[in-house]
Each structure stands twice: as structure tokens, then as C-alpha cells.
């Protein structure tokens, strides 16, 4: 069996309303706008309006127009539906040819390769595919949300200067996130959540993931995974989604483990001591006194301060490994603070793991 695959949307520049229905339905049935007029109890003026498209078919027309021609009047009802919805339309179709510039500063091939928007070749179209993945009506309404200083006051270089990108990640993060089933927010639960994923960095990804997910949402934390997008050099964010919900958005730029673990910690931090109303993104500066306090937040949870001259002064892959066991720790976090600490960044690199995606075919990417 053939079948057709529908790989673009079509959407008519026209609508076809009722009364052109109406006058055919009349035409097979050899009635008279006058006979027509007389059997509905309808005026000739409101007939001559409903075929010029200057009057709707009301739900009492249509009940009338049922028991005059024998079509229901669910018929009517909803021509008259699907007339006001493609009129609707094309007005909206018009308005968003006006902001066809805009939709050049999103990843738009980026979206539709990831799945997040259907392809479409009308570019109005496809302009609404991408205000629909944003969850907003409008152009403005998109600016509304990710541009003003107020709405979301921790921004990065990046954020300012290529907010397309920027945003289509986060917003990535979100709809990932709103999927998530959380308990409500409980502070206290989530700090000794972080203490238990902490135990997890020893475990490979397949099976630390599930746990850090399922950690985290139980104490009202939906962490989402996202593959970085082009000319976004961040490593993670936070958002809260709700008075009850916040969410943790990682990627795995880099790709390293103790970057990875780093930016979880971080976002950890953000979520138990900063205020609800902000977006944090770790773009890895420090200009913020939040985003220093939650580097530090991170560092100690991973390896405690006072550690590290020790770690420092290490010679010897032996001696990594016995400190990662002794902190129960994976080596390669130990690594990254030699690394950081003694600026040594080709040392122990044997010891660190790289981690990468997994695409829907099972192949790493």
C-alpha cells in the first residue's frame, strides 16, 4: 500500500465562507431566495448578508436553515466555524509578514532537526511554528520574555548578542522540564539530593542520569538535559518554573566529567540560594557575585577546600586514584581541580572521562 508522507503544511491565502454553501444547497434544491426567505422566517436582507459574507450563521440560523433544506444544522455551525477560523488566519498570516526579519536571528534548521518545529517552505508559516514553540503569540510577546532586563535579569555577552540561539536552548530546556513530574519544592529535601548525587559521579552516565533525574524531582527539580546549540558557550542555567518547580539545564559542552559534575553542582547552588525571579546562566564568568558563590558552592560539595594542596603537589596517577577513592569520588573531578589549580591541563587526562550524546539510533554523537 502507497502511502503519502505530509512533510509540509499547507495553510489557503482564502476562505470560503458559508453563504457560497448556502447558494449552492439552494441551487440543487431549485428554491427561490424568496421561498427560502418565507420557509426560515429569515428576511431577504439577512440572506443577501449571510451570502456576502456581512452576517454569520448564527446557531438559531442553522436550526432554521436544517428544518428549510434538510442539512443539519451541525453543518452549518461548523462552516461557519471554519470560515471565522481561516478568516483568523489569514489575518494573522498578514500581520506576521511583518516580522519575517526576526525569524532570521533563530536557529530555525537547528529546531527542525531537532524535531522541535515542523518544516515548513512558507516561511509565514514557518514563523508561527516557531512562535508556537516559544509558546507566545507574537513577535513582541517574544521580546516581552527573553529581552527585558526585568524579566530576566542574570544575562550573559552571549544572551545580549545572539538571544535566537540563546533563548532556543533554554526554551529547549523548558518544554523538556514542564515534562517532568515533580513533588513540590522542598529546599531542605534538594540539599541532601545534592549530596547523594554527589556519590553518583564513580557510576557511567546510563546509570547516573535516571538517578540524578528521579533525585531531583523528587525534591521539586526538574533537570534537563539539552545538547548545546551553536554559538551558545554556556554550561548549564537555572530557571524557576514555578513558586513550586524549578528546573536545571545541562548540556555536555566540553564534554568532560568534571565540567559536567562542575555545572551541575553550580545550577544546585543557584537553586538553594538565590532568589526565585532570576535566570542564571553559567557562561563561566564571574562577574556576578551569585555565579562566584555558586563556583564555590560547587567546588566544596565536589572536593573540600582544604584538599587541595594536596591535590596540587600530585605527581602520580596512584595518587589521584587513591584521593577519588578516598573522597568517593570519580578520578577525573579529582583531575580537573589538579588541572584548574597547578594550570597543568595535559595532566592525568587518562583519567578523565569524556561523555557524549546519545543519539535515537543508540549512536554517540
Not at 452549518?76 to 477560523?85: H, I, P, T
Request: hydrophobic share 40%.
Amino acid at each position: 500500500m502507497l502511502t503519502a508522507k505530509k512533510l509540509y503544511g499547507f495553510e489557503p491565502d482564502y476562505a470560503i465562507s458559508p453563504g457560497e454553501t448556502l447558494k449552492e444547497v439552494m441551487e440543487s434544491l431549485n428554491m427561490s431566495q424568496k421561498e427560502l426567505a418565507v420557509r426560515t422566517g429569515l428576511t431577504v436582507q439577512s440572506l443577501n448578508r449571510i451570502y456576502k459574507r456581512e452576517q454569520p450563521i448564527t446557531y438559531e440560523t442553522a436550526n432554521k436553515l436544517e428544518l428549510a433544506t434538510g442539512v443539519p444544522a451541525r453543518m452549518w455551525n461548523n462552516l461557519e466555524a471554519q470560515y471565522r477560523e481561516q478568516l483568523a488566519k489569514i489575518k494573522e498570516r498578514k500581520q506576521l509578514a511583518g516580522a519575517l526579519d526576526w525569524l532570521k536571528t533563530i536557529p530555525v534548521q537547528e529546531l527542525v532537526n531537532r524535531k522541535a518545529i515542523e518544516p515548513q517552505k512558507d516561511k509565514a508559516l514557518l514563523l508561527r511554528g516557531v512562535l508556537k514553540f516559544y509558546g507566545v503569540s507574537s513577535v513582541a510577546a517574544w521580546k516581552d520574555i527573553w529581552t527585558k532586563p526585568a524579566i530576566a535579569a542574570r544575562r550573559s555577552q552571549c544572551f545580549e548578542s545572539r538571544p535566537g540561539p540563546a533563548s532556543a536552548w533554554i526554551r529547549l530546556g523548558e518544554i523538556q522540564a514542564h515534562q517532568i513530574e515533580c513533588e513540590p519544592f522542598d529546599k531542605a529535601k534538594f540539599a541532601k539530593a545534592v549530596k547523594k548525587i554527589r556519590l553518583l559521579t564513580v557510576q557511567d552516565p546510563e546509570e547516573f542520569i535516571p538517578e540524578m533525574i528521579r533525585f531531583c524531582s523528587e525534591s521539586g527539580v526538574a533537570l534537563a538535559l539539552v545538547p548545546e546549540m551553536k554559538k551558545v558557550p554556556w554550561h548549564g542555567a537555572t530557571k524557576w518554573l514555578s513558586a513550586s518547580k524549578a528546573m536545571i539545564l545541562l548540556n555536555l559542552r566540553g564534554k568532560a566529567e568534571d565540567q559536567f559534575w562542575f555545572s551541575f553542582f553550580h545550577e544546585a547552588g543557584h537553586v538553594l540560594h538565590d532568589s526565585k525571579r532570576d535566570l542564571y546562566i553559567n557562561d563561566g564568568s564571574t562577574d556576578d557575585p551569585r555565579e562566584q558563590k555558586a563556583n564555590d558552592f560547587a567546588a566544596k560539595i565536589l572536593i573540600p577546600r582544604d584538599r587541595d594542596s594536596e591535590i596540587a603537589s600530585m605527581r602520580a596517577k596512584a595518587d589521584v586514584i587513591c584521593l577519588a577513592r578516598e573522597l568517593e569520588i570519580s578520578p577525573g573531578i579529582v583531575v580537573g581541580r589538579f588541572q584548574r589549580l597547578t594550570k597543568k591541563w595535559n595532566y592525568f587526562n587518562g583519567l578523565k572521562r569524556k561523555f557524549q550524546w546519545i543519539n535515537s539510533k543508540g549512536r554517540k554523537s
